[in-house]
């Protein structure tokens, strides 16, 4: 176990250097300048280019590279280009409001998802299965910002029952009514990805003749699909969890808009918007390693869930 | 009755009429919605951007002020100074400050050597956006500690413009950046004005609190939460929703109609618009030809434009400098709309067949729908407008670059036609070059009238000359200013801002000390 995550933290740092000198690369490529944006559209050129000057951005591409690394292996990501502000600062500030809209995403799609895919796998091809298919692939082509906007008129304006404005703290009472739409957004989509896994992976097992054997021997319907076969089930199951957790942290921006939440899908698409350089990089650290904590994970519960599985 | 049915009836009336007040209590928490997740760099000399002025000014003052609500320059009142005089060549100007101004959070008394330093701050490049503003600044001196004396090299069109509560004018205390440095000021401004800087959290809010100490008196309004919502769609919710007093609407007609239809709403269109103008890069073929450029203008409808964003909500352009702007030509000769003569031009120019243009345009769809409808107009006279869409900064970059042949730009700008002649149709401006700005067009017909209007002392000479260069730039057809959009926002009508509102050059409504809920 210790010579596997071992392996894996060291896979890991390769893939954060290679993912930050792709990223380095590539916002640098992108046509738009972070001075003119910073200045506005009444600065002069000089101006403009006396803001480059300041900010490093007319140095040659290999120093600014090089300064980049020395400051990030001493763990200093820098001021944003835009704001002033401490690059892991801003980060920090809205780490903790997605992992716990992730967090609570998945609970929602997981507790809602499972369920589901197995009440449609035992009822395979009757009504209910079809209804839970349906609505599954309704909740897979539904875009994330459409169901936010009615989730709000009908829970925030009709019935009043939770805030527009979500992000609200104080107490618990205030901060469960403010994450609740923008989870159950979210984690609605995760549960007709779930839901939909869930169902085919049961719908092979329960074909398996360890099934039948249990039946035969007179195990209770229920102890088989639960017990049995739900537990043979779970590998794919995991596999798309983990798979789309990640997705979840960045591609969590529409719900973060529509319900007005922060979060790190929000401040990488402004600091996309405003060619925000260092406040690019520091988010790409921390995402790529919240990805690479979350495949780690993934690979520890396989072992769980399966004794098969070897973690090697 | 006995003592103590008395005492119990004195009490019981007591808390009803407790219960009554708190029932009936004014609220006095002002919560505002601006159309962005950040408001960018704190600090009123860098930031631009249009949630940012909305922020900051309730924060500063200026020596002067526009009077709230009105965006015209003749409209100036005395602010941070109670009064001014200039000399009869303009270039010398005394400021007399009020006595007693206090800087927010404990940052003393704002003095003369406060105004001085936030001037140079004003006019250096590495502290401001807006140095160049100050460029003709000789030198700005404290005479004593309530007397500030601006000595300029050559007189400029709004001395006043520059020193009020706009941009590079607004006023920061001398103590709190010495003390916290520039970098700790951005996160945590100081001024003078009837709120100060409590709390800023991007993403989610900036917060100000009342400056019991505000020269003009304490502010009813105790507290105000601009809460930062990129979505219109969320914004407007939050609004029905009651969790919002006032707010930057979705900008468009269609929002203003429905906005206006709701109980207890009061919409607002308002100035300054920003002006829509298609630039035509001269330098490029065939719109070196101005035969084609005149062809171009003659096919595009303002009136169907301005139909199109809508009655209430933009207006058709009358020149190169927005409608009243102090210099602006309200009858300048601008092509009318005639698609036979768009035709006959383009054959004289030796293009019968038609022509193709190509425009690099920004995707943000408000600008990007009236680009459409352009395009649609030109290809009525046989011009076809190719539009490459590209994201906002790539947009401003690529413009800048000399990369599109047509450049559609939408700006508002100080309400003085210097400022948009000198920006866009000044030959110092050409992009491209170390001075350029925003002349798209290589325009430089009317740069004498420009340089000698900037320098004139006499106020009607000088407006005499801004019209010449508009008829100039408008005859060279460098440009088609097609129309023109103005600021859109609503409120409650339980918000009495306590001022009578025009228009905001900060580009929101300015939150006064006499701001108030009436309910």
């Given at each position: 176990m210790t010579a596997f995550l071992v392996r894996r933290l060291g896979f890991a740092l390769i893939t954060l250097f290679a993912v930050l000198t792709i990223i380095f690369l590539i916002v640098r490529i992108l046509p738009g300048d972070p001075a003119q944006v910073i200045l506005g559209d009444q600065a002069d050129a000089a101006t403009v280019a006396a803001l480059r000057t300041r900010l490093g951005l007319d140095q040659p591409l290999l120093v600014q590279y090089a300064t980049f690394l020395a400051g990030a292996v001493r763990g200093d990501w820098g001021a944003s280009l835009v704001t002033g502000r401490p690059v892991v600062q801003e980060v920090l500030s809205v780490l903790p409001w997605t992992v716990e809209l992730t967090v609570y995403a998945l609970l929602i799609g997981a507790v809602t998802g499972i369920p589901l895919g197995v009440w449609a796998a035992v009822n395979r091809n009757r009504a209910t299965d079809y209804i839970v298919r349906m609505v599954s692939l309704l909740g897979l082509s539904f875009p994330a910002f459409v169901s936010g906007i009615l989730l709000l008129i009908g829970f925030a304006i009709q019935l009043r029952w939770f805030p527009v404005i979500s992000g609200q703290r104080g107490t618990w009472n205030a901060w469960l009514q403010s994450l609740a739409l923008p989870a159950i957004n979210l984690g609605l989509i995760m549960a007709a990805y779930i839901t939909r896994v869930t169902r085919s992976a049961m719908l092979e097992v329960l074909s398996e003749d360890y099934v039948r054997t249990a039946r035969a021997k007179g195990v209770p319907w229920?102890?088989?699909?639960?017990?049995?076969a739900l537990r043979n089930a779970l590998i794919p199951i995991i596999t798309i969890v983990g798979l789309y957790l990640g997705v979840l942290i960045g591609n969590s921006v529409l719900t973060e808009i529509v319900f007005n939440r922060p979060g790190?899908?929000?401040?990488?698409?402004?600091?996309?918007?405003?060619?925000?350089?260092?406040?690019?990089?520091?988010?790409?650290?921390?995402?790529?390693?919240?990805?690479?904590?979350?495949?780690?994970?993934?690979?520890?519960?396989?072992?769980i869930a399966d004794p098969r599985v070897k973690l090697q | 009755m006995t003592k103590s049915g008395l005492f119990a009836g004195c009490m019981g009336l007591a808390l009803a009429i407790g219960f009554a007040t708190s029932a009936f209590a004014q609220k006095t928490t002002l919560n505002?919605?601006?159309?962005?997740?950040?408001?960018?760099?704190?600090?009123?000399?860098?930031?631009?951007?249009?949630?940012?002025?909305s922020f900051l000014q309730q924060i500063f003052n200026g020596l002067v002020r526009l009077k709230p609500g009105e965006i015209s320059p003749d409209q100036i009142e005395s602010d941070l100074a109670e009064s001014w005089t200039s000399s009869p060549d303009g270039k010398v100007w005394t400021f007399n400050l009020r006595k007693g101004v206090q800087c927010h959070h404990n940052f003393g008394e704002f003095t003369a050597a406060d105004a001085v330093f936030s001037l140079k701050r004003a006019a250096t490049r590495e502290t401001s956006t807006f140095s160049s503003d100050y460029s003709a600044f000789d030198s700005v001196e404290a005479v004593d500690p309530y007397t500030v004396k601006i000595t300029l090299k050559n007189p400029i069109p709004s001395l006043l413009g520059v020193v009020m509560n706009y941009h590079g004018g607004q006023m920061v205390c001398k103590a709190a950046v010495e003390q916290m440095g520039n970098e700790a000021f951005r996160r945590k401004p100081v001024g003078t004005g009837p709120f100060a800087f409590n709390e800023y959290v991007p993403q989610q809010y900036g917060k100000l609190v009342a400056h019991d100490q505000y020269f003009r008196g304490k502010p009813v309004i105790r507290e105000i939460n601009f809460r930062l919502i990129p979505s219109d769609a969320a914004r407007d919710l939050a609004f029905q929703a009651g969790e919002l007093d006032m707010l930057y609407a979705r900008q468009d007609q269609a929002s203003f109609n429905r906005l206006k239809q709701i109980p207890g709403v009061n919409a607002l269109a308002m100035n300054p618009a920003e002006m829509s103008v298609l630039h035509f890069n001269m330098t490029m073929p065939p719109l070196d030809n101005i035969k084609v450029r005149q062809a171009v203008a003659y096919a595009i409808d303002r009136d169907g434009i301005h139909q199109f964003r809508g009655r209430d909500v933009s207006r058709q352009s009358v020149s190169v400098v927005p409608n009243g702007y102090l210099g602006a030509l309200a009858d300048a000769p601008l092509l009318p709309y005639n698609l036979q003569k768009a035709k006959d031009l383009l054959a004289e120019a030796?293009?019968?067949?038609g022509i193709t243009l190509k425009t690099i345009h920004t995707t943000l769809p408000g600008m990007m729908s009236f680009m459409e409808a352009v395009q649609a107009q030109l290809r009525r006279a046989g011009i076809t407008l190719e539009i490459t869409p590209v994201e906002h900064a790539t947009f401003h970059q690529q413009i800048r670059q000399n990369l599109s042949q047509v450049v559609h730009f939408q700006a508002a700008r100080f309400p003085v036609a210097d400022v948009y002649l000198s920006q866009f149709f000044h030959s110092r401006a050409i992009v491209g070059t170390p001075t350029g700005v925003t002349n798209f067009s290589h325009c430089k017909v009317a740069d004498a009238e420009i340089d000698a209007a900037r320098s004139e002392p006499d106020k009607a000479k000088q407006i005499t000359l801004w019209h010449e260069a508009q008829r100039k730039i408008v005859n060279e057809v460098c440009a088609?200013?097609?129309?023109?959009?103005?600021?859109?926002w609503a409120m409650k009508d339980t918000l009495d801002l306590g001022y009578p509102i025009k228009g905001a050059l900060n580009l929101g409504p300015g939150v006064l000390e006499t701001s108030r809920f009436t309910k």
């Open positions: 229920p102890a088989v699909v639960w017990r049995h790190l899908g929000k401040l990488i698409v402004g600091a996309l918007n405003q060619r925000d350089y260092t406040m690019l990089q520091g988010m790409m650290v921390i995402y790529t390693l919240l990805v690479v904590l979350i495949n780690l994970a993934t690979d520890i519960v396989y072992g | 505002v919605g601006l159309a962005s997740a950040d408001v960018g760099v704190l600090d009123p000399h860098m930031n631009s951007a249009t949630t940012g002025k030796g293009h019968p067949n088609v200013p097609v129309n023109e959009s103005l600021q859109l």
